[in-house]
């Protein structure tokens, strides 16, 4: 079945520090690929969105680009802040869109002033 | 955008009080809408998925008896934890959808502790 792996956290920054959280699926097809966002005691926030090959999606300085060759979806920030501490999920959709999303385990981003 | 309202955003209560969840689609219909939960530092555990009007279908190792779920109109799916016991404590987040379409919104999550 459709899966999403991203790397394991916590990953701790200083601010204005580069940002990259790898994220690689497997799914049939074209599948929708998704980053959300987590706060602390919130539900999740969609961050950006990409629906198909070399498609970018990008987003409050956050991009990431669907890659198909490579499978992944890595989610890049040129210079995070102490804002930007929250957890991040990689998550796809199948390609007839009517499957619930599958979401990595999720990376705990910390930023430090 | 999408806005998806989950109600209330915390409860605790005593062991075998039954515990309701409300998840309004404020300003779409939401013809799927899902129920998740999340332990301490983990990813989403998908339980199950309802369409309007259709009974919920749920996913492996979740007791339907134990979680029941309405999806009775297009804006409002409620999840309803029975005699709620303490291993039942954890954070319950809905999610919706129109069908066919993404992304899914999501609510900002219910923290459900019993005593």
């Known amino acids: 079945g459709d899966s999403v792996t991203q790397m394991e956290g916590p990953v701790t920054l200083s601010e204005e520090a580069f940002l990259t959280i790898n994220c690689t699926y497997t799914?049939?097809?074209?599948?929708?690929l998704f980053w959300y966002v987590q706060y602390p005691g919130e539900g999740l926030q969609l961050l950006l969105k990409a629906t198909k090959a070399d498609d970018k999606g990008s987003n409050k300085g956050f991009e990431a680009t669907y890659r198909k060759e490579t499978t992944s979806f890595h989610l890049e920030k040129g210079s995070v802040q102490v804002s930007d501490s929250a957890v991040y999920f990689c998550?796809?959709?199948?390609?007839?869109?009517?499957?619930?999303?599958?979401f990595g385990k999720g990376t705990r981003l910390s930023v430090i002033a | 955008g999408a806005v998806v309202s989950q109600h209330p955003s915390w409860v605790i209560c005593k062991s075998g009080t039954s515990v309701k969840i409300e998840c309004r689609s404020l300003d779409f219909q939401a013809t799927t809408m899902f129920w998740y939960r999340q332990f301490p530092k983990q990813s989403l555990m998908l339980m199950a998925t309802s369409n309007e009007g259709s009974k919920a279908t749920y996913e492996q190792g979740v007791e339907k008896d134990k979680f029941l779920i309405n999806h009775a109109s297009l804006t409002l799916s409620t999840l309803t934890v029975t005699s709620a016991h303490p291993e039942d404590s954890s954070f319950y987040i809905c999610?919706?959808?129109?069908?066919?379409?993404?992304?899914?919104?999501f609510g900002d999550g219910t923290r459900l502790s019993i005593l």
């Open positions: 998550a796809l959709s199948g390609e007839s869109g009517n499957t619930p999303l599958v």
């Open positions: 999610s919706a959808r129109v069908q066919g379409h993404q992304p899914q919104h």
């Open positions: 799914a049939t097809g074209y599948p929708s």
